[in-house]
């Protein structure tokens, strides 16, 4: 039998709290973490509002004028190769390596790996290649490429850690980190590795955010308390936000001779693409719906058998077309109704953060007993009729959690949680 990968560690730095309790709190509560947020200066801007991330600050490129909540270490020699992302990261991953109960020395020796994902660092590296062109190529920043392109995540934390097992970074936009956790889960059910750490991280920045409003992505709905709202009718577009959450997988058999804490078994995980677009989804779902499908086979579980899914649904107009399209598939065609909900409403999107930080507040619902709400739905959309969206939070275990993402060009992950034997 092969390996059954667990979690047994989360750590957070997010729009609704940077511990497990606050995040709990506010995901049964459905408290968003959302404030009015001026993009640039500049208030003709029309979009108003971000997840923030609370007690963190990157106002400018230099290292010596960040700042961050007291509770964290971040040592300042580490602190210059890293990006406003990395420093959510590593306070990401000291928590839950506390959660876990385990120390740095215990991810030497190879048989612990590292998956991280992240965009890298738009307002980093923008700044160092105008710093070069203004030296006309003649000196640049030593640190400038590893804070700042898309694998600097896995660069500093592998270093810092001294992480020799697998180490490896993912870049399929907002499905980034849920491939992050998908093949975490196979190198340790294929024997290759006894522990991972999964990392996503992302920017709360400007230069990170505001370019999806070219995309027309991106909501100009100024009030906080109603511009994220998935799968309603009125809905305009996402909220962007930043932070970091790490998860400790481990194969279950280590975990139970150290006696750790199990949050969630990972029972299966499965990947699909469109074939469509490179930006929109397919507008029947139909690349979400087989993922959805392959690892309910990966998982051995029937649709009826799931009790939660944790939506991707970011509240744009089209996105949550598609997936309210690819739920009726594989779960409304089967006579299954789950309860669904998009934790955005709550978070944000946090892009290529958005799969590893929903895949937590799964393991979170099971192991404390309770299934988030879909809050700021006020009239589904017509397409949505059939489907199970309850608007306040159920205080009952799921015993099986379905966790959907969905990226750029089509690349549809989904992972499905168990609540341990």
């Known amino acids: 039998m092969a390996p059954l990968p667990v979690i047994t560690g989360l750590g957070f730095v997010t729009s609704i709290g940077h511990d497990r309790a606050t ?12 404030e009015r947020h001026e993009f640039l200066g500049n208030p003709n801007i029309p979009v108003k509002v971000a997840g923030t991330v ?5 106002p400018r490129p230099n290292w010596r004028d960040w700042t961050w909540p007291p509770q964290f270490e ?15 990261a590593l306070c990401a991953l000291q928590q839950a390596l506390a959660d876990a109960q385990l120390a740095p020395a215990d991810l030497t ?22 710093q070069m062109k203004a030296a006309r190529g003649e000196r640049g920043n030593p640190m400038g490429i590893v804070s700042s392109i898309a694998g600097t995540l896995n660069f500093n934390l592998a270093a810092h850690y001294h992480i020799s097992g697998a180490v490896c970074g993912f870049v399929s936009a907002c499905a980034s980190s849920s491939h992050a956790l998908g093949y975490a889960m196979d190198e340790i059910r294929l024997g290759r590795q006894e522990r991972m750490l999964v990392v996503g991280a992302e920017d709360m920045t400007d230069e990170s955010i505001l370019p999806f409003a070219s995309l027309r ?10 511009a994220s709202r998935p799968f309603d009718r009125r809905r305009d577009g ?20 150290r006696g750790a804490r199990v949050y969630a078994e990972l029972a299966g995980w499965g990947q699909a ?3 469509h677009s490179v930006a929109a989804s397919h507008p029947e ?14 998982a051995r579980v029937a649709p009826g058998e799931i009790d939660y899914v944790n939506a991707h649904a970011t509240s744009t107009p089209a996105g949550d077309v598609s997936e309210a399209r690819a739920l009726h598939a594989v779960f409304s065609a089967a006579g299954a109704r789950p309860r669904i909900s998009s934790t955005k409403a709550l978070t944000g999107h946090g892009l290529s953060l958005a799969g590893a930080m929903e895949a937590a507040f799964c393991a979170l619902a099971i192991a404390e007993g309770f299934m988030p709400g879909a809050a700021h739905l006020v009239e589904p959309d017509p397409v949505c009729d059939g489907l199970n969206l309850p608007r306040t939070s159920l205080d009952a275990a799921p015993r099986l959690v379905l966790n959907n993402s969905s990226g750029f060009g089509g690349s549809n992950v989904c992972h499905v949680l168990r609540r341990p034997a």
């Open 285 to 298: 779902g139909t690349g979400l719906a087989e993922a959805m499908r392959r690892t309910l086979a990966d």
């Open 23 to 34: 995040v709990v709190r506010n995901l049964r509560e459905l408290r968003h973490g959302f």
């Open 74 to 88: 971040v040592d300042r020699e580490l602190l210059r190769g890293l990006a406003p992302h990395g420093v959510y």
């Open 109 to 130: 020796g190879g048989a612990t790996g590292l998956f991280c994902a992240s965009a890298g660092s738009p307002m980093l590296l923008g700044h160092f290649l105008e």
């Open 54 to 58: 609370k007690g963190f600050s990157f």
């Open 217 to 226: 992505a991106l909501s100009n709905n100024p009030d906080p308390d109603t």
């Open 238 to 257: 996402f909220v962007g936000t930043g932070g970091a959450v790490a998860l400790i997988v481990e194969n279950a058999d280590l975990a139970r001779r």
């Open 273 to 275: 693409g469109d074939g």
